[in-house]
């Protein structure tokens, strides 16, 4: 260190440099300097390393960073050179590292459409239905980008709730330092409520954040036609419903699209931008720009139910209720995945967003599930009910095993003539994830998605699955295709479900060595 200041860093320095540069040297190169902190507490350096490599989940690159600056207190200038350099080029050469470039070109592949040279149209001010969650987020990610948003609800009261949540994160922004007074006051400036759909005739895109039906959403665009004027966008944050179902409700079905944001939708980078059948290019090319332009990861994906993420989401799924009543615990399974790189498992995702939704969502399509059934028959929701597939004490956020539900599994086991068994992390793996890749095979040859690599690009993004891995797609191609197929014909000659039936396009990957069918 030469200075330390307050105040004004960009005057001070400048002031240091010319008082320095006044002096007439000599002046000794950083290299040549040999003043090592040799009395610094390392105590100190080395319980940050530790936090940052906790939050790290299995990135080497982070770790390496940490023992570079170490190097630079402990060895002398050279020395701690050359380790860099070590570190660098095994690094380097990693998968991780292969992992994270495929990455960085994925999603600048993902944000490329058809008819880039279309005249996009202008969005000046937004309007989003909904105040709550996630109708909430989405505003102030529009917000956060310099638009201005109305935000409509059907109540006063319910708007009111809405915005004062809204007023309720910024503040909480503020107080970590990562937003000034300044700026909260300047993006609340942009927010204009209202209880009428009049209102949102003056805006050029309209994005409805209302309940999971489908007679809901067709009556909300339904009223839309009547006041929003000729050529703004219509879009529905819909996570599995039928868009083209919803744009067919309008006059206007070439402004229609879904914009699948992902909550908190103000904190999550991926947008999953559906593309409907009569989607206008312009509208589809708006719609990426505009994602990039208030800081989203944007993939543009085709009408299925679930699309490309929950589509997947739910093939990942489909063996957790099976794994528990053969004889795994909540527990052994998120541990499995957590030490696979995952922030949390299945079972403590399920409790956060809130068991509740499954079971709306099940009942809709006909579908059960013996044990998260039973919870919520119970009244477990979750955490915010204190309860789910874990126990939560005294508003704590922390899973804590639950011998209420072991029993419960262990009963509906019983019920079934199953005898549990041990069941490692490796078959836990086998059976959560090569399914989903499975499924994201049928996704490329259903042309739901235009690359694998789109697909890696909505999983890292929106879903958590591990950057050093480079999403499920590139993640299977280091697995090894032929292995992931061996051990789905194993599974489903074991169980007869069709989720283990092996996808054509996945087969095609191992012949050729590329998922597009070209020799790889």
């Given amino acids: 260190m030469d200075a330390v200041f307050d105040g004004d860093l960009a005057a001070q320095a400048v002031s240091f440099a010319g008082d320095i540069a006044a002096r007439g040297g000599p002046f000794t190169p950083v290299r040549d300097r040999n003043e090592l902190l040799k009395e610094a507490d390392l105590s100190i350096f080395d319980k940050e390393a530790a936090e940052l490599a906790r939050k790290a989940r299995g990135l080497e690159a982070p770790i390496a960073c940490a023992q570079s600056v ?95 949540a809204i007023d309720r994160n910024y503040a909480v922004s503020v107080t970590r330092g990562s937003l000034s007074e300044d700026a909260k006051r300047q993006r609340l400036g942009l927010f204009k409520g209202s209880t009428d759909y009049a209102d949102l005739a003056e805006c050029d895109l309209v994005v409805e954040a209302v309940f999971e039906e489908m007679a809901v959403k067709k009556a909300v665009f339904g009223r839309l036609d009547a006041v929003v004027k000729p050529g703004a966008i219509l879009a529905t944050n819909t996570s599995y419903l039928d868009v083209n179902e919803i744009a067919a409700s309008t006059l206007r079905p070439q402004d229609v699209l879904g914009m699948h944001f992902f909550s908190p939708a103000n904190v999550m980078k991926l947008l999953e931008i559906v593309r409907a059948d009569k989607t206008a290019p312009d509208v589809l090319a708006t719609i990426v720009d505009l994602a990039r332009r208030i800081g989203k990861v944007p993939v543009v994906v085709g009408v299925c139910h679930g699309f490309v993420g929950n589509r997947m989401l739910a093939a990942r799924g489909s063996e957790l209720e099976t794994l528990l009543l053969e004889g795994a615990t909540p527990r052994q399974v998120d541990q499995a995945f957590i030490d696979f790189g995952w922030p949390m498992g299945p079972f403590q995702m399920v409790d956060l967003a809130g068991l509740d939704i499954g079971w709306r969502n099940r009942k809709a399509r006909g579908q059960t599930a013996d044990i998260a059934d039973a919870l919520c028959e119970q009244g477990h929701f979750g955490q915010k009910t204190g309860s789910g597939f874990y126990r939560y004490e005294n508003g704590s956020r922390t899973p804590l095993p639950d011998p209420g539900v072991e029993a419960l599994i262990r009963g509906k086991a019983a019920e079934r003539g199953i005898v549990p068994r041990e069941i490692g992390a490796d078959e836990i793996i086998e059976r959560t994830l090569y399914p989903m890749i499975n499924e994201g095979a049928k996704i490329l040859d259903e042309g739901i998605a235009a690359r694998a690599s789109d697909i890696d690009v909505v999983w890292v993004n929106g879903y958590g699955f591990p950057v050093g891995k480079g999403g499920p797609m590139f993640w299977a191609s280091l697995e090894g295709v032929d292995k992931i197929i061996r051990r789905l014909d194993h599974w489903h000659q074991q169980t007869g479900k069709d989720v283990f039936r092996v996808a054509r396009r996945l087969r095609q990957m191992a012949e050729t060595g590329s998922w597009d069918g070209a020799a790889g």
Avoid: C, W, Y
């Fill in 70 to 164: 170490r190097n630079a207190i402990t060895l002398p200038f050279d020395e701690a050179l050359a380790a860099e350099r070590a570190l660098f080029l095994r690094l380097v050469a990693s998968d991780q590292s292969r992992a994270q470039r495929h990455l960085f070109f994925a999603e600048r592949e993902a944000a490329k459409v058809s008819g880039k040279d279309v005249i996009k149209r202008k969005i000046a001010r937004v309007g989003v239905i909904g105040a709550g969650t996630m109708g909430g987020g989405i505003a102030m990610t529009f917000a956060n980008g310099g638009l201005a948003v109305t935000l409509l609800e059907t109540t006063q009261e319910a708007l009111q709730r809405g915005l004062a």
